[in-house]
């Protein structure tokens, strides 16, 4: 089990234990954390699941790839820390991981 | 395309697969639908969200992609000349008597149909809006999410926001009319067609429109009047001036007027029974992601089931009186005439 927390832009936080080789964005919808559409159901072709990474955290979930690149263009107020949630797995090594949700997913 | 009205014997509500085999289903009992769906092509959800991701429990098709399932299924209803009519949403929809329901789409059409089968899925795929305060108060007379006519936007200064195929589209459609052109994306990479993007360099070089990188941060302009945006970059901020903005950040999907349509919807579900998957309202079924019943199961096989019970139902209002006889395709010679079989 690893410790994700999720906080809501109005600065709400949801701290869920989860399993491993979940995605980030399953973690989210499976424990009702509100403010992850996920319209695609993580096939990342939607761009509703858009979270910002806390700094710290940036290096350890990695790089984005070409096509969750491509699909960010299709959220809103994206930053350096931007991620589509549904392309990050959960593994030990994100125990305590922090990520910001938008206002909207729009 | 608008002004008549189109008569016809059944109205599918949304073309995704469960719309599509509708179309099948009706027309072995002689049916005949036209089709109206918001999206520019067929296919609902496996078109737009999914269309490369194979799907592994369509059954006796053990790995199809939403687009391949979506095209075979085009092939299947192709038999019974169904009429497609793309980029249109369903806004109205009136019982005037039995059998006789009206429907409306915002593109100006009007059907008149004896049964209409909703499956609009998880509703109508509707622009993104951007989340930024106020922009509500500019909707429709600066900034559009869609161009309907374009001699709307003659003379205008426009500010086109993304990089996909839609507004790379209509940076190149716009601007021979356009006052003066700005497109601004996030980034120098595009994901649109590589033609589409070298048409707008081409269009940049001889100095017609202007390329900024950075995303818009506000809206500057009051009483319904834009003057311009502020944004914002690597470099900092900075505002640009305009008239008309049209962002392009894709479709999500919305429940849609089919609230509006009293089918006592319960959470944002239709709900219908087991044997007719037929709504509140004699004459109006629905079918796939949209109803709800016990034991529902929102996939794409179950919508082909409620496809063919639909139909049965269908054939008696359109028919009454009518015997219907149960066939089998593999053997029917009537069956097989109507699908074109030789
Ligand atoms: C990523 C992903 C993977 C999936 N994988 C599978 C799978 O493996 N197997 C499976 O069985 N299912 C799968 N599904 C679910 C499957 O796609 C849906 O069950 C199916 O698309 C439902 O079909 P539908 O025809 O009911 O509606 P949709 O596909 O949602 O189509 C409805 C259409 O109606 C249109 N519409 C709605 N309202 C209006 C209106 N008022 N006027 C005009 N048009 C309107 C919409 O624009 C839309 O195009 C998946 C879904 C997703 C998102
Ligand atoms: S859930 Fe659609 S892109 Fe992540």
Redesign the interface.
């Known amino acids: 089990m690893t410790k994700i927390t999720f906080v809501e832009h109005n600065g709400k936080e949801h701290t869920v234990d989860v399993e491993n080789d979940m995605t980030l964005m399953e973690a989210a919808v499976k424990n009702m954390v509100p403010g992850i ?1 996920a ?3 993580g ?1 990342c ?4 699941c858009h979270v910002y990474v806390e700094p710290d955290w940036v290096e350890k979930t990695g790089d984005r790839e070409e096509t969750e ?10 930053q350096e820390n931007s991620r589509l949630s549904c392309q990050i797995k959960i593994s030990e090594a994100l125990d305590g991981l922090v990520v910001k949700l ?5 | 395309m608008s002004g008549d009205v189109i008569t016809t014997d059944a109205v599918i509500i949304g073309g995704g697969p469960c719309g599509l085999f509708a179309i099948f289903e009706l027309g072995l009992l002689d049916i005949k639908c036209h089709v109206v769906d918001i999206l520019d092509k067929p296919g609902g959800q496996c078109a737009e969200l999914y269309p490369e991701k194979p799907i592994y429990d369509i059954p006796a098709l053990p790995e199809v992609s939403g687009q391949e399932l979506t095209d075979r299924l085009m092939e299947q209803a192709s038999p019974f000349d169904p009429q497609y009519h793309y980029s249109q949403m369903v806004t109205e929809l009136i019982k005037h008597g039995d059998n006789d329901f009206e429907l409306k789409t915002d593109g100006g059409m009007t059907f008149r149909a004896k049964v209409v089968v909703i499956a609009a899925g998880g509703g109508s795929f509707m622009p993104k809006k951007p989340p930024m305060p106020g922009i509500a108060d500019f909707e429709d007379t600066s900034v559009f999410y869609s161009v309907r006519e374009m001699e709307k936007f003659r003379g205008k200064d426009i500010l086109i926001v993304g990089g996909g195929d839609s507004a790379l589209d209509w940076v190149n459609n716009l601007q021979p009319i356009a006052k003066s052109m700005t497109l601004l994306h996030r980034r120098p990479e595009f994901r649109a067609a590589p033609d589409s993007v070298n048409k707008m360099r081409a269009i940049e070089d001889a100095g017609k429109m202007k390329f900024q990188l950075g995303q818009v941060t506000e809206l500057l302009g009051d009483n319904g009047q834009l003057t311009g945006i502020k944004g914002k970059n690597k470099e900092g901020e900075f505002e640009l001036a305009c008239d008309t903005m049209l962002p392009f950040f894709g479709l999500t999907m919305k429940l849609g007027p089919v609230a509006d349509w009293g089918l006592n919807l319960e959470e944002n579900l239709i709900p219908v029974d087991t044997e007719k998957f037929e709504t509140s309202v004699p004459g109006i079924f629905a079918i796939g992601d949209i109803n709800n019943y016990p034991g529902k199961l929102k996939l794409i096989l179950s919508g082909f089931h409620e496809a063919a019970l639909m139909a049965q139902q269908a054939f008696r209002y359109i028919n009454p009186g009518e015997r219907l006889r149960f066939q089998y395709t593999t053997s029917s010679s009537s069956l097989q005439k109507k699908l074109g079989v030789k």
């Open positions: 559409d319209d695609c159901g096939a072709a939607c761009a509703t690149e491509d699909m960010l263009d299709f959220a809103f107020d994206v938008p206002e909207k997913q729009f």
